[in-house]
């Protein structure tokens, strides 16, 4: 009777013993499969950081008044300029854009004050801030759509025909519309449209007559260019 409990007691713990190491095998399997082997390549993490760089054309609407002038117009010059935007990207879909560049804008009278001619010539520096929303199921191809805030400043103003003008600095809103193709991780295309709502208020003076106006700016912003994701 002794003997047989003493062969009980053995195979109970031969048992153990290979249930212990069988466990402690499927540890060491499982802690050599998740950790990395030597050389395997490791998916790199975006950057949060891009930039662009683009040739931008500047469309503005030929419309505005002088105060107290019935019939009076104003229309402006295009242009086409370089611009640099930075954007931070919060998620893979969200992302902050702010764009960066100066242009000029050449004014001239219409209607009843054309015969002004070029009333003045006056510089802008635009910065816009916009929110986007990009789409990310559609591989190399990244649509995006945003809304934001512009605040133009008017510097290096110049009178032509007028004895004196002043355009005002305003805020304005913002819309745009674009798309990115990426080339490779870091390096893609460019194509963006913004219309943004500007209509800044002005001082001019004419033959000694001081006048107030408005111009109706409201530009859109026609980009192409290279972007790149840090």
Do not use: C
């Not at 009980?8 to 082997?37: C, E, K, M, N, W």
């Not at 950057?47 to 683009?54: D, V």
Request: hydrophobic share 45%; net charge neutral; glycine share 12%.
């Amino acid at each position: 009777m002794a003997r047989a409990r003493i062969g009980v007691a053995r195979a109970v713990t031969a048992a153990v013993v290979l249930i212990v190491a069988g466990q402690a095998g499927a540890a060491d399997v499982h802690q050599a499969a998740s950790v990395p082997q030597a050389g395997a390549p490791v998916a790199e993490a975006p950057s949060p950081w891009q930039i662009r760089l683009r040739a931008l054309g500047v469309i503005t609407e030929d419309s505005g008044y002088v105060n107290a002038v019935p019939g009076s117009g104003l229309s402006y010059s295009d242009t086409v300029t370089p611009e640099l935007d930075i954007s931070y990207f919060f998620t893979d879909n969200v992302a902050a854009e702010l764009i960066l560049g100066t242009t000029y804008a050449n004014i001239d009278g219409q209607g009843t004050i054309g015969g002004l001619g070029k009333v003045g010539k006056v510089w802008l520096l635009p910065p816009t801030l916009t929110l986007q929303y990009h789409f990310t199921e559609f591989g190399a191809f990244k649509p995006y759509l945003g809304a934001g805030v512009n605040y133009t400043i008017f510097y290096h103003q110049q009178a032509g025909s007028a004895d004196d003008l002043k355009v005002k600095n305003t805020f304005g809103t913002a819309l745009q519309v674009g798309f990115d193709y990426m080339v490779n991780q870091h390096w893609g295309v460019n194509f963006d449209v913004k219309k943004l709502f500007l209509k800044p208020d002005f001082d001019v003076t004419v033959a000694g007559a001081k006048l107030t106006g408005k111009a109706k700016l409201d530009p859109w912003l026609i980009g192409a260019g290279l972007t790149y994701r840090f």
